[in-house]
Nanobody, 119 residues
Framework: QVQLVESGGELVQPGGSLRLSCAAS????????MGWYRQAPGKQRELVAT???????IYADSAKGRFTISRDVAKNTVYLQMNSLKPEDTAVYYC?????????????WGQGTQVTVSS
């Protein structure tokens, strides 16, 4: 059974930092591209950052320069370090795992962790 379990979300003041973690089980972690997405109330889910199994990263413009995605294959965990947080970063943050092989796509989501940026 595949599980992606996010943690680290909490209430933080503007300008603060958080590190989100996503622990994966039930998958061959090293084969998957991993990502963080977020969904604010009343808005669609949007990409925050992704990291391929080879370590290449992509960031949304809103995350560039403030957020860093990384992965620890030994721990089957992907992280999102978030600095200089803004109120507009408030959202539920979801972990995503994707593996594309031939014509098949294996796509999994976590349950999400709430990040609230407010004074």
């Amino acid at each position: 059974q595949v599980q992606l379990v996010e943690s680290g979300g909490e209430l933080v003041q503007p300008g603060g930092s958080l590190r989100l973690s996503c622990a994966a089980s039930g998958i061959i972690f090293s084969m998957y591209d991993m990502g963080w997405y977020r969904q604010a109330p009343g808005k669609q889910r949007e990409l925050v950052a992704t990291i391929t199994r080879g370590g290449s990263t992509i960031y949304a413009d809103s995350a560039k320069g403030r957020f860093t995605i990384s992965r620890d294959v030994a721990k089957n965990t992907v992280y999102l370090q978030m600095n200089s947080l803004k109120p507009e970063d408030t959202a539920v943050y979801y972990c995503n795992a994707v593996w594309r092989i031939n014509s098949n796509k294996y796509n999994y989501w976590g349950q999400g962790t709430q990040v609230t940026v407010s004074s």
